[in-house]
């Protein structure tokens, strides 16, 4: 599984860094580091939940 | 309250556009004994996805209503189109310089948030989070030792969000009161009081910043006016415009949204065991809380002519995004009305959408959630006091007051 990362539509809310700060890294100013994310096959359903969790729609579910 | 002339509504406006809802007038947003504003604010749902109030700001002015979660998105996420720059605070005084960063638009707006991010991001407030829990369980023990009863916003909210303003601005406790009257009056005070109020504030944002650029100590002025912005220093209008923000922003906005959460708490037995029962769901249910219990609308201005979902908007006419009634979308949000403290999937708009997200938003939730913590784990089962009636209010930033708890 891979989560599209959007850095453009990132505002910095951190929503999926609170559900899963292993998954989705910030930098110092609080946004998603660039580079989609290749997701661990135990790391899934944590992931997709933040991924969901965007209020931006920044972070897209990829295959 | 305050009455104004309304406006006539421009002549580009459809008349079969204009709404007779206002956050300011209408049902339930007037000082109302019991009462439940953002409730209230839903009932535009029942109506079109955007239409215009033609009395809908502080100084009296028509705006664009957009409803719809996701039409909002659209407009805080396109501030190309519709611009923050409004200088809301100035113009009180006659003036006009823009509170920073958010009366700034991208890029210059992206250069002062680049500045500023660090000091709020969700690492640094894990720093802040012990002295923060510290002046909760100070507060909350001395409430518990004086007896059965408080008035929450005076002897705790208040205190608790504006003691840890004045820790980020390196400020003792000394002057709290006068500093929650100036929230106060700046906030939510008449014709005469809100001018006043401003000019104090900046009295006060200048003379801590000349102090610190003569002696810097570690904290946020200091930090401020050795800063550099392309090279240069902040001029003294931009150190103003940005103390002024936190100023405005830090303050009220906290305290309001413990007050709702515990009024609703105290209204809601069922619920206040399930919190007090398992702590743990205390940082779930405070993001039900702020998608139900919001107190900011965002407004923005257009730039330019621009047609969306059928309303004519004309460059300069003003568009509103209240947070209270996109948290109530039915489309995003399933039972909007029902407020589920262990809903899950929860992209409320509390703090905003787009690149002015409120930049304090992470300090925020971490006030909301350790108040909420100690809270319970100090008072024990709590309900309104008999005889009395909080009083709820709508407008600019939504409030409640008089909210008497009783725990005997």
Same mark, same amino acid.
């Given at each position: 599984?891979?989560?599209?990362?959007?850095? &453009?539509?990132?505002?910095?809310?951190?929503?999926?860094?609170?559900?899963?700060?292993?998954?989705?890294?910030?930098? &110092?100013?609080?946004?998603?580091?660039?580079?989609?994310? &290749?997701?661990?096959?135990? &790391?899934?359903?944590?992931?997709? !939940?933040?991924?969901?969790?965007?209020?931006?729609?920044?972070?897209?579910?990829? !295959? | 309250?305050?009455?104004?002339?309304?406006?006539?509504?421009?002549?580009?406006?459809?008349?079969?556009?204009?709404?007779?809802?206002?956050?300011?007038?209408?049902?339930?947003? *007037?000082?109302?004994?019991?009462?439940?504003?953002?409730?209230?604010?839903?009932?535009? %749902?029942?109506?079109?996805? @955007?239409?215009?109030?033609?009395?809908?700001?502080?100084?009296?002015?028509?705006?664009?209503?957009?409803?719809?979660?996701?039409? *909002?998105?659209?407009?805080?996420?396109?501030?190309?189109?519709?611009?923050?720059?409004?200088?809301?605070?100035?113009?009180?005084?006659?003036?006009?310089?823009?509170?920073?960063?958010?009366?700034?638009?991208?890029?210059?707006?992206?250069?002062?948030?680049?500045?500023?991010?660090?000091?709020? #991001?969700?690492?640094?407030?894990?720093?802040?989070?012990?002295?923060?829990?510290?002046?909760?369980?100070?507060?909350?023990?001395? @409430?518990?030792?004086?007896?059965?009863?408080?008035?929450?916003?005076?002897?705790?909210?208040?205190?608790?969000?504006?003691?840890?303003?004045?820790?980020?601005?390196?400020?003792?406790?000394?002057?709290?009161?006068?500093?929650?009257?100036?929230?106060?009056?700046?906030? %939510?005070?008449?014709?005469?009081?809100?001018?006043?109020?401003?000019?104090?504030?900046?009295?006060?944002?200048?003379?801590?910043?000349?102090?610190?650029?003569?002696?810097?100590?570690? $904290?946020?002025? #200091?930090?401020?006016? *050795?800063? +550099?912005?392309?090279?240069?220093?902040?001029?003294?209008?931009?150190?103003?415009?940005?103390?002024?923000?936190?100023?405005?922003?830090?303050?009220?906005?906290?305290?309001?949204?413990?007050?709702?959460?515990?009024?609703?708490?105290?209204?809601?037995?069922?619920?206040?065991?399930?919190?007090?029962?398992?702590?743990?769901?205390?940082?779930?249910?405070?993001?039900?809380?702020?998608?139900?219990?919001?107190?900011?609308?965002?407004?923005?201005?257009?730039? +330019?002519?621009?047609?969306?979902?059928?309303?004519?908007?004309?460059?300069? $006419?003003?568009?509103?995004?209240?947070?209270?009634?996109?948290?109530?979308?039915?489309?995003?949000?399933?039972?909007?009305? +029902?407020?589920?403290?262990?809903?899950?999937?929860?992209?409320?708009?509390?703090?905003?959408?787009?690149?002015?997200?409120?930049?304090? #938003?992470?300090?925020?939730?971490?006030?909301?959630?350790?108040?909420?913590?100690?809270?319970?784990?100090?008072?024990?089962?709590?309900?309104?006091? *008999?005889?009395?009636?909080?009083?709820?209010?709508?407008?600019?930033?939504?409030?409640?007051?008089?909210?008497?708890?009783?725990?005997?």
């Amino acid at each position: 599984m891979k989560i599209i990362v959007h850095n &453009d539509k990132c505002q910095g809310h951190a929503r999926c860094w609170a559900m899963a700060p292993h998954i989705f890294e910030l930098d &110092d100013e609080g946004y998603i580091k660039p580079g989609d994310i &290749d997701v661990a096959e135990a &790391d899934e359903k944590l992931a997709w !939940k933040g991924a969901k969790s965007c209020p931006e729609r920044a972070l897209e579910i990829g !295959k | 309250m305050e009455t104004f002339a309304s406006q006539p509504v421009p002549a580009h406006v459809p008349p079969a556009m204009v709404g007779d809802f206002s956050l300011f007038s209408s049902p339930g947003m *007037q000082p109302t004994p019991n009462g439940d504003p953002q409730a209230a604010a839903a009932i535009v %749902h029942q109506g079109p996805r @955007i239409f215009y109030s033609p009395v809908n700001t502080r100084d009296g002015r028509g705006t664009w209503v957009i409803t719809r979660a996701q039409d *909002q998105r659209r407009v805080l996420q396109d501030p190309e189109t519709f611009s923050s720059h409004r200088s809301i605070f100035a113009s009180a005084l006659g003036e006009n310089w823009p509170m920073i960063p958010l009366e700034l638009d991208p890029p210059e707006h992206g250069r002062f948030r680049s500045l500023l991010n660090p000091l709020l #991001s969700p690492k640094r407030v894990m720093a802040l989070e012990s002295a923060v829990r510290e002046r909760a369980i100070f507060l909350i023990d001395r @409430i518990a030792a004086a007896g059965t009863s408080c008035n929450v916003m005076e002897d705790f909210a208040f205190p608790f969000a504006v003691n840890i303003f004045l820790r980020f601005l390196g400020l003792s406790d000394d002057r709290l009161d006068e500093f929650v009257t100036w929230a106060n009056e700046l906030l %939510h005070g008449d014709n005469v009081q809100r001018p006043a109020a401003a000019r104090t504030i900046i009295a006060f944002i200048d003379e801590l910043s000349a102090e610190r650029r003569k002696r810097p100590v570690d $904290d946020f002025m #200091s930090f401020l006016v *050795q800063s +550099k912005i392309d090279d240069r220093p902040l001029t003294d209008q931009e150190i103003r415009g940005t103390g002024v923000l936190l100023f405005v922003a830090g303050l009220d906005t906290v305290a309001a949204a413990i007050g709702f959460d515990l009024n609703y708490l105290a209204r809601h037995q069922d619920d206040q065991a399930l919190l007090r029962g398992d702590p743990s769901r205390i940082v779930l249910a405070a993001e039900e809380l702020l998608r139900a219990y919001p107190t900011v609308q965002m407004i923005r201005v257009a730039t +330019k002519d621009v047609d969306f979902e059928g309303a004519p908007i004309r460059k300069g $006419d003003y568009v509103s995004c209240a947070t209270m009634i996109a948290n109530r979308d039915p489309l995003e949000f399933p039972h909007p009305e +029902k407020i589920d403290l262990t809903r899950e999937d929860n992209r409320h708009t509390a703090f905003a959408y787009g690149p002015h997200r409120c930049l304090g #938003s992470h300090l925020a939730r971490r006030e909301i959630v350790v108040g909420l913590e100690e809270w319970l784990k100090r008072i024990p089962t709590f309900r309104i006091k *008999q005889g009395t009636a909080p009083i709820t209010f709508g407008g600019h930033v939504f409030g409640i007051e008089n909210l008497i708890l009783d725990w005997s």
